[in-house]
Nanobody, 124 residues
Framework: VQLQASGGGLVQAGGSLGLSCVFSGGTFSNYDVGWFRQAPGREREFVAHISSSDGTWYGDAMKGRVTIARVNAKNTVYLQMFRLKPEDTAVYYC???????????????????WGQGTLVTVSS
């Protein structure tokens, strides 16, 4: 399985940005997918998750300012971010995992595969 994230860039505070992640090497519709982010000097942080059955979960950091969606026919998961703040500056990673019990979807260990990340910079 491979994941290729794109869409990062420079945006002003208060603006919006959309990220995409293309999945390959497996049956996308069978996988749960998520987004994490990591700012310099900080731990990787859960942003959002969408299950194989389209259930969604959001992390506290961006809840209310982010939407996750998937299009199985395109093997793609999307992250739409709104009202961005300078503290949202980070590398954003998409990730995929086979559905499982016993581990929260907000935990890194839930996921098996990670993309290379795309940098989002929010200027003040």
């Amino acid at each position: 399985v491979q994941l290729q994230a794109s869409g990062g860039g420079l945006v002003q505070a208060g603006g919006s940005l959309g990220l995409s992640c293309v999945f390959s090497g497996g049956t996308f519709s069978n996988y749960d997918v998520g987004w994490f982010r990591q700012a310099p000097g900080r731990e990787r942080e859960f942003v959002a998750h969408i299950s194989s059955s389209d259930g969604t979960w959001y992390g506290d950091a961006m809840k209310g300012r982010v939407t996750i969606a998937r299009v199985n026919a395109k093997n793609t998961v999307y992250l739409q971010m709104f009202r961005l703040k300078p503290e949202d500056t980070a590398v954003y990673y998409c990730t995929a995992g086979y559905p499982r019990d016993g581990i929260p979807v907000s935990h890194r260990d839930y996921y098996n595969y990670w993309g290379q990340g795309t940098l989002v910079t929010v200027s003040s």
